[in-house]
T-cell receptor
């Protein structure tokens, strides 16, 4: 247990569906992140939220919409996804120390787009 | 950010020390070396980081050469549960790079019985 939880752990959705991924951290951190890990590829940073403000959008398509209502919760809203969006989606959090690079990851949501 | 080079794979016998190298010859003075690992189908796990002095915690030791152009992560007594992909990442602090970890391909460490 890392103190970062993600739900659901597995999700299958059609290309016309709308779904949301949820992340919650119980560590008192003030920065949260979304990463994508496709098969055989390195982790890719998608979004960074620092004190609830989005500080990074790594050229992510608009069909992925993040939301950070407070420093403990992070959502990733999904709509009209493509099969190539199937991947492991990971959430992480960090304290604003040492540049935010000591990050704690959740177990991930395995997403399959059909 | 400084680029890192790691061997794609390594093997280690259970109970022996695992020494994972990382080259970062273009590292600059204010950049730290971070190590993470990812066990299959789980989220990455922070291991350790350092600037220029050697560091040790309950998981591992980090040895950084005097010129800081390379480092070695040491798992002193590897177990089967240490089988994972190990990532070496170099990042500086501050500016617009906050929290931007860039993961490469890493080193696949396989610990054998």
């Amino acid at each position: 247990e890392t103190g970062v939880t993600q739900t659901p752990r597995h999700l299958v959705m059609g290309m016309t569906n709308k779904k949301s991924l949820k992340c919650e951290q119980h560590l008192g951190h003030n920065a949260m992140y979304w990463y994508k890990q496709s098969a055989k590829k390195p982790l890719e940073l998608m979004f960074v939220y620092n004190f609830k403000e989005q500080t990074e959008n790594n050229s992510v398509p608009s069909r992925f919409s993040p939301e950070c209502p407070n420093s403990s919760h992070l959502f990733l809203h999904l709509h009209t996804l493509q099969p190539e969006d199937s991947a492991l989606y990971l959430c992480a959090s960090s304290q604003e120390l040492a540049g935010g690079y000591e990050q704690y990851f959740g177990p991930g949501t395995r997403l399959t787009v059909t | 950010d400084a680029k890192t080079t790691q061997p794609p794979s390594m093997d280690c016998a259970e109970g022996r020390a695992a020494n994972l190298p990382c080259n970062h010859s273009t590292i600059s003075g204010n950049e730290y070396v971070y190590w993470y690992r990812q066990i299959h189908s789980q989220g990455p796990q922070y291991i350790i980081h350092g600037l220029k002095n050697n560091e040790t915690n309950e998981m591992a030791s980090l040895i950084i050469t005097e010129d800081r152009k390379s480092s070695t992560l040491i798992l002193p007594h590897a177990t089967l549960r240490d089988t994972a992909v190990y990532y070496c990442i170099v990042r500086g602090l501050g500016g617009t790079s906050y929290g931007k970890l860039t993961f490469g391909q890493g080193t696949i460490l396989t610990v054998h019985p």
